[in-house]
């Protein structure tokens, strides 16, 4: 099994990146000055010329870009090639408003490929693996991303798409898969299914990575995924207007590596867009410096996390981004404290009675937000004594209320009551229409 893609990019010194950086910054800016009106127009608005941008440094005189200039320029507004360049389209559903539409040319596709095929190196998967994709085939960029991934790397793959639980289980035993990628709540909701149907997963299968992301998920969520199932689970970290998952965490599980040679990545203040230093928490910022029908200049992807530049076991001199904490969309804000779903996550997996689905329901009543957790029970700690019931609802709302510092209402549901997602799972519903 091979340790690295690339070991001459991936062990490069930091320096030397440095250098590769600058140089195809400087080239990305007069190539978007050059070829999209709209990065043209929007240069000339924040009075920088391309000429200005002679080093890393003067990255920060660059305006942002975000999700709402894809969307206001709907469908290719600010593509830098003509359409017969392109080789495929992929397009986001956006929950809210237009969709968003993404082109790659052919190169686009292989620094896409070559992303994750680093990315999957990393986490020793190759040759001999079969790697079932489970996530959605199509419009979504998750299902193809893993699977070009995978089939560079050598493995083989099952594209089983998402849905159809049953089948996934019966071929991951028949076919004898070894790799699962796909939302971390569908490889949990598989696991019920299987247990319900008498198979062990973790005795059964042959199972022993987990390719998990499209949805933030935490910590104490992977070790109980590792344990119930005895695989390892890693983050997969990407958004469809960056071509779709591209990096993961390494061996070490200890932050995502993104690749420099392709992405320049800062944090920044949300509020005031001011760049934060690294190990402050912050909003991830994110340059495209290999993308040619899409490129993004400082795109404010919107995911809170932390850089890490310092050394990874591993040996990779690429930086790292820690664990997203949430995006800010996802942020909630109630009597005037942010709480992200992922804190409130964290708290229901260290408690080993509550199950892994969960709904956060927030109301405003009398002109009070009020928020409400869904919980389910585990099977190994059912009861339906009303004792029992109501020690378990105020020990999960004690806990919450120590980490988010508000008084939170937990209501125990009926086991397998509350939705089980085949893709992202929707954990909020906010009634407040704010
Ligand atoms: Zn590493």
Request: net charge negative; aromatic share 8%.
């Amino acid at each position: 099994m091979k340790e690295y893609w690339n070991p001459w990019i991936e062990r490069m010194p930091v320096s030397e990146l440095e250098k590769i950086q600058e140089k195809k910054l400087i080239d990305l800016v007069n190539y978007v000055y050059r070829h999209s009106d709209f990065y043209k127009k929007r240069f000339d608005e924040a009075g920088v010329k391309p000429g200005d941008i002679k080093s890393l440094e003067d990255l920060q005189k660059l305006p942002f870009t975000y999700k709402r200039d894809l969307r206001d320029t709907y469908p290719t507004g600010m593509f830098c090639v003509p359409n017969e360049q392109l080789v495929r389209f992929h397009v986001s559903s956006g929950t809210t408003g237009k969709p968003t539409v993404v082109g790659y040319t052919q190169n686009d596709i292989d620094v896409w490929t070559t992303s994750l095929a680093r990315a999957m190196t990393s986490i020793g998967v190759g040759r001999g693996d079969i790697v079932q994709v489970g996530y959605g085939y199509g419009l979504f960029t998750g299902g193809l991303g893993a699977h070009y991934g995978a089939e560079e790397v050598g493995a083989t793959v099952l594209p089983v798409s998402s849905g159809n639980t049953e089948r996934q289980i019966e071929l991951m035993q028949d076919l004898g898969s070894t790799v699962i990628a796909c939302t971390p709540s569908y490889f949990l909701f598989m696991n019920e299914v299987a247990n319900t149907t008498g198979i062990s997963i973790k005795g059964e299968t042959q199972l022993r990575v987990g390719i998990f992301g499209a949805e933030p998920w935490t910590e104490e969520m992977r070790r109980r995924i590792e344990e119930f199932t005895g695989i390892k689970a890693y983050d997969i970290y990407g958004t469809s207007e960056l071509s779709g998952p591209l990096f993961t965490e390494c061996m070490y599980q200890d932050g995502i590596h993104i690749w420099a040679d392709q992405f320049l990545i800062e944090v920044i203040d949300p509020v005031t867009g001011e760049q934060l230093s690294d190990g402050e928490r912050g909003e991830l910022v994110i340059t495209t410096l290999a993308k040619e029908a899409l490129p993004l200049i400082r795109y404010r992807i919107g995911d809170i996390t932390v850089i890490n530049r310092g050394e990874c076991k591993c040996g990779r001199t690429h930086p790292r981004i820690m664990r997203v904490l949430g995006r800010v969309d996802d942020m909630l804000i109630i009597r005037g404290i942010n709480v992200f779903p992922g804190q409130i996550e964290s708290v229901l997996m260290k408690i080993p009675q509550v199950g892994e689905h969960f709904m956060i329901v927030v109301d405003r009543i009398n002109e009070l937000d009020v928020m409400k957790v869904q919980i389910e029970m585990t099977d190994e700690a059912f009861s339906d004594k009303v004792n029992d019931i109501m020690a378990l609802e105020s020990k999960v709302s004690s806990s919450l209320k120590h980490v988010l510092n508000i008084a939170v209402k937990v209501e125990l549901v009926e086991k397998g009551s509350l939705p089980r997602s085949m893709g992202k799972a929707k954990r909020v519903i906010d009634n407040r229409n704010l």
